[in-house]
């Protein structure tokens, strides 16, 4: 479906909103040059005030003229005299500074040396503690005290170790003494899990995880209840605890007859009872004995074989620590032996070394010491030379100072009186100037904008009729679709806009007040917005309705249906409207819009009817509706 394409049409009316833009863009810079010429003419006259000069005035000038030249030529000798002073002082200050630098250079450099030296001998003790710490026997790094420290190490951990295995020797013999009490004693032989550890240190780490592992099976096998209650006479407690009320219920409770036994008598009922639950309670007793004894063998088993872990861990241990320890003691010999003569051989180096220095100290003390003396006899001779011409220098600018001094001054008296007059002139003309200028162009801003407000005025008398006119007998309703509704009049005045009149008088414009005619553009782009605070509403509410009135009387009779919403007031001031229903119920809709409901349901109809004039009656043929209306006829589609 192809759409409708719609376009901007430009109405050949003068009251468009771009013509009264154009026209108060016109004033408004207007009133911007008028402003500016104004500060411009008051810039003039301030600076008249300082250059409108009397011949007394004048001559005061040239007495100023001549006691500024003396004054001039006085301070031309004091800034000379100045200047000479300051070359010698500068001459001298700059010897100074070169002997000072040469004195403080030479201090320098001799500390310079001798810090040097005090380095060198410094570095030389220290090395020489440093070599023979090295062979001191209290000394961390020292081969003996390092065995020491070894060799007590290995001391303190046989003790642990010693000792943790007393320990394990203990807990052992405890644990089998604990198995045989319970008799679940049996003699099963038993294998390690894994060889002892391939260095000290893992050995070490294998005793403690097996001593550990030791002593939790052992807590273990403490805390076994069932163990321990079937150990010893404790089997026979519990025997009698489980036979005791098993013989009472089946003898006293239960009677041979109920179990098919007539023939037994009381006593050989008691006998039978007590026999049956002997049994049962040997039977019982046997399954948990067994029980506990698997219990216990599964707890001392593992402990067992961490026991003997540890055990074999601490033995390879000591052997290991044994090796380490002689090797130690040969590796520790070698070392000191070579750290000796080490320390022997670098103190004669540490000799050489010191004195090769402080013989290359003393010939670069020496030369630096030459060197600075050749630059402060080379720097005293330039100074010197560069004193010599500063004096020359100065004597010559002085001397030119004083002829220009007395030159400029001499032409500047001959001067004076013609650039004065000549500035006057010049000063009064360009007043005379702006003036005329300024008067000019405001007055014909001011005309323009005059006979525009009549011109406007006088098109919107000449297309749009006056309510007198619309009331009169005589008057016909439009044939044709305006180009504008009129709305009323705006009034401009210029004491309103920010420096709208002149400061001046002379400038003022005979008129000040203007007005422009209010006309929206019909049909295109006919809307307006009102807005005004709740004191207005009343004239708000009179706008909206005189723009009904001109709308209904301005187009051909029949052109145009209402739909008027009203959420604010119900309606009431749109009322007399409604009166048009009497006459022709399509002219306006059955009633005012004041709920929310009601009024987007009446913009969805406008809508609706809006696409249907667009894809029914434009199409592609039209491209606004007045085109349409124009061949429709009697057909026309409504505003």
């Known amino acids: 479906m192809k759409r409708h394409k719609t376009r901007e049409v430009v109405l050949n009316t003068p009251f468009s909103a771009e013509q009264y833009s154009n026209i108060l863009d016109s004033l408004n810079g207007a009133i ?8 411009q003419l008051a810039a003039f006259q301030v600076d008249d005030l300082d250059e409108d000069l009397d011949p007394n005035e004048v001559q005061e000038r040239l007495n100023q003229l001549n006691t500024t030249e003396q004054a001039e030529l006085t301070a031309a000798e004091e800034d000379h005299n100045q200047q000479v002073g300051d070359i010698e002082t500068r001459f001298q200050s700059a010897t100074s500074a070169i002997e000072n630098t040469a004195f403080r250079q030479k201090s320098e450099a001799e500390e310079h040396y001798q810090q040097q030296t005090a380095d060198v001998e410094d570095q030389y ?45 203990s807990l052992s013999d405890q644990a089998v003494e604990m198995v045989q009490n319970r008799r679940h004693w049996r003699e099963e032989p038993f294998s390690l899990p894994r060889g002892p550890g391939a260095n000290r240190e893992e050995m070490e780490t294998r005793f403690d995880e097996a001593a550990q592992e030791a002593r939790e099976q052992f807590k273990k096998l403490q805390s076994q209840f069932l163990s321990r209650m079937l150990s010893g006479t404790g089997l026979i407690w519990v025997g009698l605890l489980l036979w005791l009320p098993a013989f009472g ?10 179990l098919g036994l007539n023939n037994l008598s009381g006593t050989a009922w008691l006998v039978t009872s007590a026999g049956v639950t002997f049994a049962l309670t040997a039977f019982i007793i046997m399954i948990l004995w067994f029980t506990a004894a698997r219990k216990t063998w599964e707890a001392f088993q593992p402990f067992r074989i961490h026991v003997s872990d540890a055990f074999q861990n601490q033995k390879q241990w000591r052997k290991v620590a044994k090796n380490e320890l002689a090797r130690m003691e040969e590796s520790c010999e070698q070392r000191h032996q070579a750290m000796v003569k080490h320390r022997e051989n670098s103190l004669k180096r540490f000799t050489s070394e010191r004195d090769e220095k402080l013989q290359s100290f003393i010939q670069e003390r020496r030369t630096t010491l030459s060197r600075i003396e050749q630059t402060r006899a080379t720097q005293l001779q330039a100074i010197q030379e560069t004193h010599d011409h500063e004096r020359a220098t100065a004597e010559r600018t002085h001397q030119n100072r004083i002829a220009q001094i007395q030159s400029s001054y001499e032409t500047e008296r001959e001067q004076l009186i013609g650039e004065l007059e000549r500035q006057q002139k010049e000063k009064a003309r360009q ?15 001011i005309t323009q904008f005059q006979e525009m407000s009549e ?4 098109e919107s008398q000449n297309r749009f009729p006056s309510w007198q006119e619309i009331l009169d007998e005589t008057w016909k309703p439009a044939t044709q679709v305006p180009d504008g509704i009129p709305l009323g009049n705006y ?27 209010t006309v929206l553009p019909f049909p295109h782009s006919p809307s307006f917005v009102l807005k005004t605070g709740e004191g207005g509403r009343t004239e708000a509410d009179a706008i909206q309705q005189a723009a009904l009135l001109r709308l209904m009387s301005g187009l051909p009779p029949a052109t145009v249906r209402l739909t008027i919403c009203d959420p604010v007031s119900l309606g009431e001031p749109f009322s007399a409207f409604m009166h048009l229903a009497d006459y022709d119920e399509l002219l306006i809709t059955n009633r005012i819009w004041t709920e929310s409901a009601h009024i987007d349901e009446q913009l969805a109809k406008l809508t609706e009817h809006l696409e249907n004039v667009f894809q029914k009656y434009l199409r592609n043929e039209f491209e606004t509706i007045e085109e349409y209306n124009q061949k429709a006829g009697e057909v026309a589609e409504p505003y």
């Not at 911007?32 to 500060?39: K, L, S």
């Not at 090295?134 to 065995?147: G, I, T």
């Not at 219920?249 to 109920?258: F, K, Q, S």
């Not at 005045?493 to 422009?516: M, Q, R």
């Open 32 to 39: 911007g040059n008028r402003v500016e010429a104004e500060r």
């Open 125 to 169: 003790d220290e090395n020489r503690w440093i070599m023979t710490s090295l062979v001191d026997e209290s000394a961390d790094n020292n081969p003996k005290k390092q065995l020491e420290t070894f060799r007590t190490q290995i001391e303190r951990r046989q003790e642990r170790l010693s000792a943790d295995c007393e320990e394990l020797k």
């Open 249 to 258: 219920v089946l003898a006293g409770l239960v009677h041979p007859e109920a």
């Open 431 to 445: 007043i005379h100037e702006c003036q005329t200028r300024l008067q000019s162009d405001w007055n014909s801003a």
């Open 455 to 458: 011109y406007l005025t006088g």
């Open 491 to 517: 009034v401009l005045n210029l004491d309103h806009l920010p420096n709208g009149l002149p400061e001046d008088p002379a400038y003022l414009p005979e008129t000040t007040a203007f007005s422009l005619p």
